[in-house]
């Protein structure tokens, strides 16, 4: 009940941003909504499978490059058909490195995850011809359910249409994933991010549910990438590289894994901490660095650990 | 025969920990496995579960050739086991737990989309094993929380959630005390019945408890068969007795 209320405001909040906010916040806001996506994704290997990759930037950059590719090279527009693609580009390259990472549990895991990324990272650069290198690819703005808004002004285009729309794809991925976690599979993730070898005992297949719940998070991870692939305007490697991935276990880290919502915070706080830090002080990296490390020393369950849980998993 | 062992031994590496044991359970049968600390008792468990691959030797599950077929396809072909290290799910609740093994059992982990609460089967099948192990009132609790004799009873319940055939409980009452062990095992027995369980293999070291509950016995030392009897006759052999039971230790893991 109180988890509702909490989530009706917040979702009245977003949707009236536009309305309220000066519209640099409110672009800062497309970001935010893409993250959102990705770590809802990421969350379901991290949170609820134990599993921790240092290489979904991986399956960012896909989705951001497949929207690139799409509006430029193949003149698709339509953001549908964007989308829709880059989870499907995303799924086709996880499936085989799934089959490859989860083989491997902890910090092995990570740095094959990490390793890929890091692959990937340099075909981008390498293959210029293709990728245009470190330059990047520019993205042109797609059309929104079938509307071609290529009069609108840039910003106008940006802070009303599509983050509505960013919005909706954010609910439906918080939708799907809502289903997910709480179907017996989800509840399958969780025994094997708990004890896989009881897991076992009960007849669960541990590679085969971490493999699933991997390219599902491929999947939103890529969705993610080409959502925020307009907004960004130019996409390049940078968006791919480890840092990126880092970045994203970072604000998991920070809303707290072990809650439904926690990486929405994460990110939400992230990306508005990062922004005012940068404005006010000149080493912001610096003084960002040890906020973010101090945030998780005293809030080791995330800023959403803070707030004492009754058990949302079970009530559900 | 449901469960046959020819044979079997054991190295890890130069130490033979098991040598050409030979044991088979048939069905409706209660078998407690004794023996000092290293004798090879969860060393054959391991064996007898597929988990663990023989030097030598071949185990047979209703005249199927299980050697070293790990614990996935077992647990699907109807046998489940639970270790001398209690062993949980921390952060699930006691009804999760139970769901998950229903789940398990009914194939629908899959189901990626399906609502766990809207499906009847798995909250009633988790419900009843719950009910059935004097867990219901603490199906909210989670896991780790419960204190170390319910952590034991849950899993073992998990393990009766899967409804197998047979069933190999390493310890199930080790770190409990003696009035909750034979609460434990009067729960095991009548669990079994509920289920129409066909034979529990168990290692136990409190012999009260072997020779209160087992029809059969199998004494292990220093990794041989020593003796495969009935409590009766176990009983009966003092000799025997002392050696099994010689170096025995307190509550422990
Ligand atoms: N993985 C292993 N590697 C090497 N030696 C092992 C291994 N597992 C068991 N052993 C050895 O094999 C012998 C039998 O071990 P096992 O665990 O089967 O004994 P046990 O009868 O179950 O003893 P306990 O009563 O202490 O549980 C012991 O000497 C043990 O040290
Ligand atoms: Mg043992």
């Given at each position: 009940?109180?988890?509702?209320?909490?989530?009706?405001?917040?979702?009245?909040?977003?949707?009236?941003?536009?309305?309220?906010?000066?519209?640099?916040?409110?672009?800062?806001?497309?970001?935010?909504?893409?993250?959102?996506?990705?770590?809802?994704?990421?969350?379901?290997?991290?949170?609820?499978?134990?599993?921790?990759?240092?290489?979904?930037?991986?399956?960012?950059?896909?989705?951001?490059?497949?929207?690139?590719?799409?509006?430029?090279?193949?003149?698709?527009?339509?953001?549908?058909?964007?989308?829709?693609?880059?989870?499907?580009?995303?799924?086709?390259?996880?499936?085989?490195?799934?089959?490859?990472?989860?083989?491997?549990?902890?910090?092995?895991?990570?740095?094959?995850?990490?390793?890929?990324?890091?692959?990937?990272?340099?075909?981008?650069?390498?293959?210029?011809?293709?990728?245009?290198?470190?330059?990047?690819?520019?993205?042109a703005?797609?059309?929104?359910?079938?509307?071609?808004?290529?009069?609108?002004?840039?910003?106008?285009?940006?802070?009303?249409p599509?983050?509505?729309?960013?919005?909706?794809?954010?609910?439906?991925?918080?939708?799907?994933?809502?289903?997910?976690?709480?179907?017996?599979?989800?509840?399958?993730?969780?025994?094997?991010?708990?004890?896989?070898?009881?897991?076992?005992?009960?007849?669960?297949?541990?590679?085969?549910?971490?493999?699933?719940?991997?390219?599902?998070?491929?999947?939103?991870?890529?969705?993610?990438?080409?959502?925020?692939?307009?907004?960004t305007?130019?996409?390049?490697?940078?968006?791919?590289?480890?840092?990126?991935?880092?970045?994203?276990?970072?604000?998991?880290?920070?809303g707290?894994?072990?809650?439904?919502?926690?990486?929405?915070?994460?990110?939400f706080?992230?990306?508005?901490?990062?922004?005012?830090?940068?404005?006010?002080?000149?080493?912001?990296?610096?003084?960002?660095?040890a906020?973010?490390?101090?945030?998780?020393?005293?809030?080791?369950?995330?800023?959403?650990?803070?707030?004492?849980?009754?058990?949302?998993?079970?009530?559900? | 025969?449901?469960?046959?062992?020819?044979?079997?031994?054991?190295?890890y590496?130069?130490?033979?920990?098991?040598?050409?044991?030979?044991?088979?359970?048939?069905?409706?049968?209660?078998?407690?496995?004794?023996?000092?600390?290293?004798?090879?008792?969860s060393?054959l468990l391991?064996?007898?579960?597929?988990?663990?691959?023989?030097?030598?030797?071949?185990?047979?599950?209703?005249d199927?050739?299980?050697?070293?077929?790990?614990?996935?396809?077992?647990?699907?072909l109807?046998?489940?086991?639970?270790?001398?290290?209690?062993?949980?799910?921390p952060d699930?609740?006691?009804?999760?737990?139970?769901?998950?093994?229903?789940?398990?059992?009914?194939r629908?982990?899959?189901?990626i989309?399906?609502?766990?609460?809207?499906?009847?089967?798995?909250?009633?099948?988790?419900?009843?094993?719950a009910?059935?192990?004097g867990?219901?009132?603490?199906?909210?609790?989670?896991?780790?929380?419960?204190?170390?004799?319910?952590?034991?009873?849950?899993?073992?319940?998990?393990?009766?959630?899967?409804?197998?055939?047979?069933?190999?409980?390493?310890?199930?009452?080790?770190?409990?005390?003696?009035?909750?062990?034979?609460?434990?095992?009067?729960?095991?027995?009548?669990?079994?019945?509920?289920?129409?369980?066909?034979?529990?293999?168990q290692?136990?070291?409190?012999?009260?408890?072997?020779?209160?509950?087992?029809?059969?016995?199998?004494?292990?030392?220093?990794?041989?068969?020593?003796?495969?009897?009935?409590?009766?006759?176990?009983?009966?052999?003092?000799?025997?007795?002392?050696?099994?039971?010689?170096?025995?230790?307190?509550?422990?893991?």
């Open positions: 009940m109180r988890q509702a209320l909490v989530l009706a405001v917040a979702l009245a909040a977003v949707v009236a941003v536009p309305w309220i906010a000066p519209i640099y916040h409110v672009l800062l806001m497309l970001p935010f909504m893409a993250y959102g996506v990705v770590l809802l994704g990421l969350n379901l290997l991290f949170g609820y499978t134990g599993l921790v990759s240092f290489g979904h930037a991986l399956f960012i950059g896909l989705g951001a490059y497949t929207a690139a590719f799409l509006t430029g090279l193949f003149k698709v527009r339509a953001l549908e058909v964007i989308l829709l693609t880059a989870a499907v580009v995303a799924a086709v390259v996880a499936m085989p490195v799934a089959a490859f990472c989860v083989r491997y549990v902890k910090i092995y895991f990570g740095m094959l995850t990490l390793a890929f990324g890091m692959v990937f990272y340099t075909f981008l650069l390498k293959f210029y011809r293709l990728t245009g290198g470190d330059e990047g690819m520019p993205v703005r797609p059309f929104l359910l079938g509307r071609d808004l290529g009069d609108m002004p840039k910003i106008e285009y940006l802070a009303g599509y983050y509505y729309y960013s919005l909706v794809v954010l609910i439906v991925a918080i939708a799907v994933m809502w289903r997910i976690v709480h179907s017996p599979f989800g509840l399958c993730l969780k025994t094997i991010r708990d004890n896989p070898a009881k897991a076992e005992t009960l007849g669960i297949s541990v590679p085969h549910y971490r493999w699933t719940a991997f390219v599902i998070s491929a999947v939103y991870a890529g969705v993610g990438g080409a959502l925020l692939a307009t907004p305007g130019n996409v390049d490697p940078t968006l791919a590289y480890w840092t990126h991935s880092g970045n994203l276990v970072f604000m998991t880290l920070l707290g894994f072990a809650s439904f919502f926690g990486p929405l915070v994460g990110a706080v992230f990306i508005y901490l990062q922004d005012f830090v940068m404005s006010v002080v000149p080493y912001w990296r610096l003084v960002f660095g906020i973010l490390a101090a945030l998780v020393i005293f809030a080791p369950g995330g800023l959403l650990g803070l707030f004492p849980r009754r058990r949302v998993i079970e009530a559900a | 025969m449901i469960l046959q062992a020819e044979n079997v031994t054991k190295y590496g130069e130490f033979r920990a098991l040598h050409d044991v030979t044991l088979g359970v048939s069905a409706g049968e209660f078998v407690s496995i004794i023996g000092p600390n290293g004798a090879g008792k060393t391991n064996l007898l579960t597929g988990l663990a691959r023989p030097s030598s030797g071949t185990v047979r599950f209703k199927r050739d299980i050697t070293g077929i790990g614990p996935v396809k077992l647990a699907k109807g046998m489940a086991r639970s270790f001398q290290l209690v062993q949980i799910f699930l609740t006691v009804r999760e737990t139970l769901q998950a093994a229903v789940a398990a059992r009914l629908r982990g899959r189901r989309f399906a609502s766990l609460r809207g499906d009847r089967d798995i909250r009633d099948g988790a419900e009843e094993v009910a059935l192990f867990l219901d009132a603490k199906r909210r609790a989670l896991a780790r929380e419960l204190p170390q004799g319910d952590k034991k009873l849950l899993d073992v319940a998990s393990a009766f959630a899967l409804r197998p055939e047979i069933i190999l409980l390493d310890e199930p009452t080790s770190g409990v005390s003696t009035a909750d062990k034979t609460r434990i095992m009067e729960i095991l027995v009548r669990a079994a019945k509920t289920i129409g369980l066909q034979a529990i293999i290692v136990e070291h409190d012999m009260d408890i072997v020779f209160g509950f087992s029809d059969r016995i199998v004494a292990l030392h220093q990794g041989a068969v020593l003796a495969d009897a009935t409590p009766r006759e176990v009983q009966a052999d003092q000799r025997l007795v002392d050696m099994v039971v010689g170096r025995r230790r307190g509550a422990s893991a």
